[in-house]
């Protein structure tokens, strides 16, 4: 079994920083790519950023410049760096990752969310 913890969210008044972590655990051959997506009530849950195993990185257009995503591949662990927040980024956010479980099998897994409300 994978499984995928989140923390580090809160409560963050407008401007400030949070960071994000991701820790993965369980029977991981390798991790492919690392994504973090949120869902603000109301709303449908969208991708915010995306690492993948090169390191290479996308954003979404609404965080660029404010939002660092990375991770750790020896520990495991994924990264959202969280600057100049807007009350806009108040959401529920979810690590995702596209796991290698055996050499060729590639499943997709979600953590159970951690929330992030920025005060205004």
């Known amino acids: 079994q994978v499984q995928l913890v989140e923390s580090g969210g809160g409560l963050v008044q407008a401007g400030g920083s949070l960071r994000l972590s991701c820790a993965a655990s369980?029977?991981?051959?390798?991790?492919?790519?690392m994504n973090w997506y949120r869902q603000a009530s109301g709303k449908q849950r969208e991708l915010v950023a995306t690492i993948v195993s090169s390191g290479s990185t996308n954003y979404a257009d609404s965080v660029k410049g404010r939002f660092t995503i990375s991770r750790d591949n020896a520990k495991k662990m994924g990264y959202l760096q969280m600057n100049s927040l807007k009350p806009e980024d108040t959401a529920v956010y979810y690590c995702n990752a596209k796991i290698f479980t055996g050499p060729i099998t590639l499943r997709d897994y979600w953590g159970q969310g951690t929330q992030v409300t920025v005060s205004s």
């Open positions: 369980g029977s991981i051959f390798s991790i492919n790519a």
